[in-house]
């Protein structure tokens, strides 16, 4: 890799970065590592950088030249850019654009690749929606002087980004990607404007202003998984790739959550969505434990949040539905959350950086509570079952309440 770096980086997405670093550093093509798993780490760094900047390059180079379209289907009319007025439009937004590379590729080392592309592309793209709504030559002119500033920013971020993730004579071929990708799309921004010229009236707006509008919308949505996915420099990465990778398991752990309490209240059971999702969370611990390969690993992952962020909740309901009357509630409610906080003591103690990386004992920890789980919810279940149908056969009255029933 091109660039100097003092941190190595140490996750699996960059595993080898080491010896492919001091290769590249040498001037070598091979040597330190097999290069068959050479080959593997530059197709996975290929999957994480060139995708999303080959298609925000793409986007940058819409977003700045479909003015001319604009123009064709009526913006000049409306804006009056008679003589060279249009002319100027187009070159305002080259004087930011030119000054723009080296301070945005200091900013970019300083916060980050995904922060810092992640608001650049938003904010050229909010700009460039922004002409749609244009009313002015001056206003025109403004945007221009904008857009240049921040897509001023991209490029050297890409070329930099690029170079500091391949060795030297892998460098070439990835930025020959890159260009040609975005031009080849950028080719087509004729035949998209036009089509989006046809938009004219929609929401009171002419043709042309579809023609900012939707490539706009376009970018600012393409900006928000560059955020997530992009890769960081590689100095930063393992930092970077552990944050991204444990975002998606909450996620979909509270999809599932959200859903299974609906499905919960509708058919108005509690015990069995606990049995279920505790052992749905063992399942997801047997994998981050003894599952193998790292994609068994963090498959687990996802298991084991879903089991958790389904499992609490049930059992919160399942206290709350079956302790009758406020004052009781009142009480039992704060208790069952001090034995949540207790489970956060435990955890924090079992969970120690010396029985890294497989942390055994708080594995076992979590086994043993959540079977545990399995067990008083399955106990309770027929516990209460069982007063229910006494209660159906001699008409008892439970916990003083005429026709109450425990939720099982």
């Known amino acids: 890799m091109a660039c100097d770096m003092n941190n190595k980086p140490t996750t699996d997405m960059i595993e080898t970065a080491d010896p492919r670093d001091d290769a590249a550093e040498k001037g070598l093509d091979q040597g330190v590592i097999d290069p068959t798993e050479d080959k593997r780490l530059v197709r996975r760094i290929d999957l994480h950088v060139l995708p999303w900047i080959c298609i925000t390059y793409a986007l940058s180079l819409i977003d700045r030249t479909n003015i001319a379209a604009a123009k064709i289907v009526g913006m000049e009319a409306d804006l009056n850019l008679a003589g060279n007025k249009f002319n100027v439009a187009l070159l305002v937004f080259f004087i930011t654009y030119l000054v723009a590379g080296i301070p945005s590729n200091i900013v970019i080392k300083a916060v980050g690749t995904q922060s810092y592309l992640t608001v650049l592309i938003a904010s050229w793209g909010a700009i460039a929606m922004c002409f749609g709504f244009v009313k002015t030559y001056g206003q025109l002119l403004a945007l221009r002087v904008l857009l240049g500033f921040f897509e001023g920013g991209f490029s050297p971020a890409c070329i930099y980004l690029i170079s500091c993730w391949y060795k030297r004579y892998e460098v070439q071929q990835r930025l020959a990607i890159w260009f040609v990708f975005g031009s080849v799309v950028s080719g087509f921004t004729g035949v998209i404007s036009y089509g989006f010229s046809l938009m004219e009236g ?207």
Not at 205 to 222: D, K, M, N
Not at 372 to 379: K, M, V
């Open 202 to 408: 929609k929401g009171g707006l002419r043709g042309w202003s579809w023609i900012f509008i939707i490539p706009g919308a376009i970018t600012v949505a393409v900006a928000i998984p560059i955020f997530f996915f992009v890769a960081e420099f590689p100095e930063k990465a393992n930092v970077a790739l552990s944050e991204v990778l444990t975002t998606p398991p909450y996620i979909f752990g509270a999809v599932v959550s959200i859903l299974t309490g609906i499905v919960a209240d509708r058919v108005r059971l509690r015990s069995p969505f606990i049995i279920g999702y505790s052992i749905l969370h063992m399942v997801g611990l047997a994998m981050i434990s003894w599952g193998g390969s790292q994609g068994a690993r963090y498959t687990g992952m996802f298991l084991a949040i879903a089991g958790s962020s389904c499992a609490i909740p049930s059992a919160l309901a399942f206290l709350a539905n079956n302790v009758v009357g406020t004052h009781k509630r009142q009480f039992a409610v704060p208790i069952q959350t001090i034995f949540g906080g207790i489970g956060g003591i435990i955890g924090s103690l079992m969970f120690r950086e010396t029985d890294y990386p497989g942390y055994r004992p708080g594995m076992y920890a979590s086994f043993g509570c959540m079977a545990a789980n399995t067990a008083l919810a399955g106990g309770l279940a027929l516990y209460f079952w069982m007063r229910n149908r006494e209660a159906d056969r001699t008409g008892k009255v439970l916990e003083g309440v005429p026709g109450f029933r425990y939720t099982i």
